[in-house]
């Protein structure tokens, strides 16, 4: 039987939130960030947001809006970005534009193919045609990425965007200063990174890459990008090696896993071979958390692969980054949950998890703005921030990073002892993560044998949880009893209220099969629950013809001890939490209204922000 505690009122959540942690805090934060560092941000008219300013906004500082060159700002400051500009051609096509190539000292064959990329570069831009010179580069379609990364190898030589390394290395040390100049320990934490962009044939296997080193510890590297080489087993050998060389702590986080083909969870890695222990290992030790949900779209799960979740169906985004249209083809690799289940299988067969990762949210804005607010959404790109703008360039049978194809998502949340570069990576780690769609849910979940329920009298869960496993961490089996699981979360008092907390459980049975279940436990008002043991829908207060909504059918914190009644000790199970908010207007609805006139966005009027929690896996004996 589900027990559950609901406290209503923004006050008891204001007192909440600060008594979570005993000596872990819960920090807000972006790892996705583009400037005008980044050639696709540059060739969309991100002329004037750089690292500096992208700190800054973040920071909760006024800057201008690189497209309708409004003040902007955002409400609620974050604790941490971190800027992750791609590292291929890092600063180049600014640079090109503004300044020119250096071509200096080499011979006439590249200096003429470097003044043609120069021409073309300034040409698109200065007609209004960056976006399309932009998709004009991007990689043929292919079915899977191993097919398509003998070819490209052979032709990424033939890119027009060329490889500078004087240029990247000048764009380089510029973020790294920046970072210096707008990092406050304990107040701020201005992080070093950058993005592997890694797309053969259309399948999305980026990685954002952070790091703890200073700003000028950083100087000795340029970041490796796909340019450097295009299997990620590399990247991870140079993390190693860099580690090695620098003393600092770095991590590779994926994204955008939605839009891989199936490639970024598979079962074989890019050199086409079964994935082993070694592989595993190593991946493991590298890419400890993975991005859920950002601006083009969610990766958690689809409806095709979870039909029986009726929530699985939120922010779809079915556009590969690729030369042309092709039909989108949800697999098992793209999402997060078939993923993990593929990661106990995969243990099963050679000792050791691949895909054992806690999860965040971020943007990938390339803005430079890290804002993630329905009522505060700056476009992905500086040339769709405004509505009148998303009325043209895109369709649901064409390449679209545009307009309301987007999803105004996603945050990190990371429990950390402090906030520092130091802090943030080592609660990363250890998995201790959470991530939203863009609202500050407040969110614990724990798991134990013995807690005692008394825990749920108090608006905090942090009354002596020492012997607690909390979300990211395993717990082992203790005899055949059920682990008890521990879940609070608490409304952001700008956002919706909460309509429920679930618990999403995955699990391989004695056949090796996955599978998957989502049980409520615990919700907004006890009239929900219908005799035959379901909840109904919370209600839909949201105004079509005004965009307003009432908060009045939410809870403001929702606290559960549960047990999973379906326990069996020698399965082994991963579980996580995802909270639901009542129902609010999409950005697509607020432009929709802004523009006065009969539009089809193509896009939902309303959503269910969320969050969801790392999981904790049950270890059997």
């Given at each position: 039987m589900v027990k559950k505690k609901i406290i209503s009122g923004v006050v008891a959540l204001l007192i909440?939130?600060?008594?979570?942690?005993?000596?872990?805090?819960?920090?807000?934060?972006?790892?996705?960030?583009?400037?005008?560092?980044?050639?696709?941000?540059?060739?969309?008219?991100?002329?004037?947001?750089?690292?500096?300013?992208?700190?800054?906004?973040?920071?909760?500082?006024?800057?201008?809006?690189?497209?309708?060159?409004?003040?902007?700002?955002l409400e609620t400051p974050l604790d941490f970005l971190v800027v992750s500009d791609h590292a291929e051609f890092l600063g180049a096509v600014r640079h090109a534009y503004n300044e020119g190539l250096p071509t200096n000292d080499m011979g006439w064959v590249r200096k003429i193919k470097l003044l043609y990329s120069q021409y073309l570069i300034r040409d698109a831009i200065?007609?209004?045609?960056?976006?399309?010179?932009?998709?004009?580069?991007?990689?043929?379609?292919?079915?899977?990425?191993?097919?398509?990364?003998?070819?490209?190898?052979?032709?990424?030589?033939?890119?027009?965007?060329?490889?500078?390394?004087?240029?990247?290395?000048?764009?380089?040390?510029?973020?790294?200063?920046?970072?210096?100049?707008?990092?406050?320990?304990?107040?701020?934490?201005?992080?070093?990174?950058?993005?592997?962009?890694?797309?053969?044939?259309?399948?999305n296997l980026h990685r954002v890459v952070m790091t703890d080193l200073d700003g000028e510890s950083v100087k000795v590297f340029q970041p490796f990008g796909s340019d450097d080489s295009?299997?990620?087993?590399?990247?991870?050998?140079?993390?190693?090696?860099?580690?090695?060389?620098?003393?600092?702590?770095?991590?590779?986080?994926?994204?955008?896993?939605?839009?891989s083909k199936g490639a970024m969870f598979d079962t074989i890695t890019m050199r086409n071979e079964p994935i082993g222990p070694e592989y595993a290992e190593i991946r493991r030790r590298w890419e400890p958390i993975v991005e859920i949900t950002q601006y083009k779209g969610d990766s958690e799960t689809h409806p095709s692969l979870s039909p029986e979740d009726p929530f699985a169906d939120f922010e779809d985004y079915p556009f590969y980054i690729q030369k042309g249209w092709t039909e989108y083809k949800p697999e098992k690799?793209?999402?997060?949950?078939?993923?993990?289940?593929?990661?106990?299988?995969?243990?099963?067969?050679?000792?050791?998890?691949?895909?054992?990762f806690g999860v965040i949210g971020s943007t990938d804005a390339h803005t430079g703005l890290a804002a993630a607010e329905e009522n505060n959404f700056h476009g992905k790109f500086a040339t769709d921030s405004m509505p009148s703008a998303k009325l043209e360039g895109w369709s649901d049978n064409a390449n679209s990073s545009f307009g309301w194809a987007m999803g105004a998502q996603g945050l990190a949340a990371v429990w950390a002892e402090e906030n520092t570069r130091e802090g943030i990576l080592a609660a990363m780690k250890r998995r201790e993560t959470y991530a939203t769609t863009g609202p500050r849910i407040g969110l614990r979940f724990y798991a134990g044998y013995d807690l005692d329920s008394a825990l749920l009298a108090s608006s905090s869960l942090s009354t002596d949880l020492s012997d607690a496993v909390p979300?990211?961490?395993?717990?082992?089996?203790?005899?055949?009893s059920a682990p008890t699981f521990l879940v609070q979360a608490m409304a952001d008092p700008k956002s919706g209220t909460l309509d429920r907390i679930q618990i999403v459980k995955g699990w391989v049975n004695e056949e090796g099969e996955a599978r998957e279940q989502v049980f409520d436990v615990a919700w907004s008002s006890d009239d929900r629950l219908r005799p035959d043991g379901t909840l109904g829908a919370v209600a839909n207060t949201v105004d079509l013809e005004t965009g307003s909504w009432s908060n009045a059918h939410g809870a403001a914190t929702l606290m559960a001890q549960w047990q999973d009644p379906r326990f069996d000790p020698t399965e082994s199970a991963f579980y996580y939490v995802r909270v639901l908010e009542v129902p609010t207007p999409r950005h697509s609805l607020l432009d929709k209204l802004a523009l006065g006139d009969d539009v089809e966005t193509r896009r939902p009027d309303v959503i269910q922000e969320r969050a969801y929690s790392s999981p904790i896996w049950y270890r059997p004996n």
């Amino acid at each position: 039987m589900v027990k559950k505690k609901i406290i209503s009122g923004v006050v008891a959540l204001l007192i909440a939130l600060p008594a979570l942690a005993s000596e872990k805090q819960v920090y807000w934060g972006d790892t996705h960030l583009h400037t005008n560092r980044s050639f696709d941000a540059f060739t969309n008219r991100n002329f004037s947001v750089g690292p500096d300013e992208a700190y800054r906004f973040a920071r909760g500082l006024p800057v201008e809006h690189p497209g309708h060159k409004a003040r902007v700002q955002l409400e609620t400051p974050l604790d941490f970005l971190v800027v992750s500009d791609h590292a291929e051609f890092l600063g180049a096509v600014r640079h090109a534009y503004n300044e020119g190539l250096p071509t200096n000292d080499m011979g006439w064959v590249r200096k003429i193919k470097l003044l043609y990329s120069q021409y073309l570069i300034r040409d698109a831009i200065k007609t209004g045609n960056g976006r399309e010179f932009f998709y004009s580069q991007l990689p043929a379609p292919y079915d899977t990425p191993q097919e398509a990364v003998s070819e490209w190898e052979k032709n990424i030589g033939t890119s027009v965007f060329p490889k500078t390394p004087v240029i990247e290395d000048k764009a380089w040390s510029d973020i790294a200063d920046a970072a210096e100049a707008n990092n406050m320990p304990g107040e701020f934490s201005a992080i070093l990174g950058w993005e592997y962009s890694l797309i053969p044939g259309g399948a999305n296997l980026h990685r954002v890459v952070m790091t703890d080193l200073d700003g000028e510890s950083v100087k000795v590297f340029q970041p490796f990008g796909s340019d450097d080489s295009m299997y990620p087993e590399d990247l991870w050998a140079w993390l190693d090696e860099t580690s090695r060389q620098t003393g600092g702590n770095f991590i590779a986080i994926p994204h955008n896993s939605n839009i891989s083909k199936g490639a970024m969870f598979d079962t074989i890695t890019m050199r086409n071979e079964p994935i082993g222990p070694e592989y595993a290992e190593i991946r493991r030790r590298w890419e400890p958390i993975v991005e859920i949900t950002q601006y083009k779209g969610d990766s958690e799960t689809h409806p095709s692969l979870s039909p029986e979740d009726p929530f699985a169906d939120f922010e779809d985004y079915p556009f590969y980054i690729q030369k042309g249209w092709t039909e989108y083809k949800p697999e098992k690799g793209d999402f997060i949950r078939s993923a993990l289940l593929r990661g106990m299988q995969l243990e099963q067969e050679i000792g050791i998890n691949p895909y054992q990762f806690g999860v965040i949210g971020s943007t990938d804005a390339h803005t430079g703005l890290a804002a993630a607010e329905e009522n505060n959404f700056h476009g992905k790109f500086a040339t769709d921030s405004m509505p009148s703008a998303k009325l043209e360039g895109w369709s649901d049978n064409a390449n679209s990073s545009f307009g309301w194809a987007m999803g105004a998502q996603g945050l990190a949340a990371v429990w950390a002892e402090e906030n520092t570069r130091e802090g943030i990576l080592a609660a990363m780690k250890r998995r201790e993560t959470y991530a939203t769609t863009g609202p500050r849910i407040g969110l614990r979940f724990y798991a134990g044998y013995d807690l005692d329920s008394a825990l749920l009298a108090s608006s905090s869960l942090s009354t002596d949880l020492s012997d607690a496993v909390p979300m990211g961490g395993e717990i082992a089996a203790e005899g055949t009893s059920a682990p008890t699981f521990l879940v609070q979360a608490m409304a952001d008092p700008k956002s919706g209220t909460l309509d429920r907390i679930q618990i999403v459980k995955g699990w391989v049975n004695e056949e090796g099969e996955a599978r998957e279940q989502v049980f409520d436990v615990a919700w907004s008002s006890d009239d929900r629950l219908r005799p035959d043991g379901t909840l109904g829908a919370v209600a839909n207060t949201v105004d079509l013809e005004t965009g307003s909504w009432s908060n009045a059918h939410g809870a403001a914190t929702l606290m559960a001890q549960w047990q999973d009644p379906r326990f069996d000790p020698t399965e082994s199970a991963f579980y996580y939490v995802r909270v639901l908010e009542v129902p609010t207007p999409r950005h697509s609805l607020l432009d929709k209204l802004a523009l006065g006139d009969d539009v089809e966005t193509r896009r939902p009027d309303v959503i269910q922000e969320r969050a969801y929690s790392s999981p904790i896996w049950y270890r059997p004996n």
